[in-house]
């Protein structure tokens, strides 16, 4: 019995974290978050950037199977859209070149179409997020040229 009349006796110890050990971690998050933060955004950014390119590639690899069959890229009238739906006078035609249709840029807007193109034989290019023409980063213009 002497030990439990002892044992009430005793100052109780709280379990727990005091303010400034809180405030220190609290300090910590915020210099991490700091510092990995921007990265991460960049790299979201860059990703749609990433994601036109991968698709201006598929649409140049379907113009490429649309001219062996047909003999010609299409006109700028015919558009991507004769890569999906065949124009009236695209004898040969095998499609449609693309499973899906045609895709839009990641932006949620059309791909620009040119033939014959000002930077290559055809162009195909996105007007980046900003949807105007040049920019820096992701408003720049992604092209397949």
Known sequence: MGQSIAHR???R???GFTLIE????????????GLVGPNIINQLG??????ALVQIKQLEQAL???KLDVGRYPTNSEGLEALVQKPGDADGWNGPYLK???PRDPW???YHYAYPGSRADVDIY???QDGAEGGEGEDADVGNW
């Open 46 to 51: 860059g990703a749609k950037t990433d994601t």
């Open 64 to 66: 490429e199977m649309y």
């Open 22 to 33: 809180l405030l220190v971690v609290l300090v910590i998050l915020g210099l991490l978050a």
């Open 126 to 128: 996105s007007l980046g």
């Open 100 to 102: 899906s249709g045609v």
């Open 9 to 11: 006796l005793s100052p």
């Open 108 to 110: 949620k807007r059309d």
């Open 13 to 15: 110890r709280q379990h």
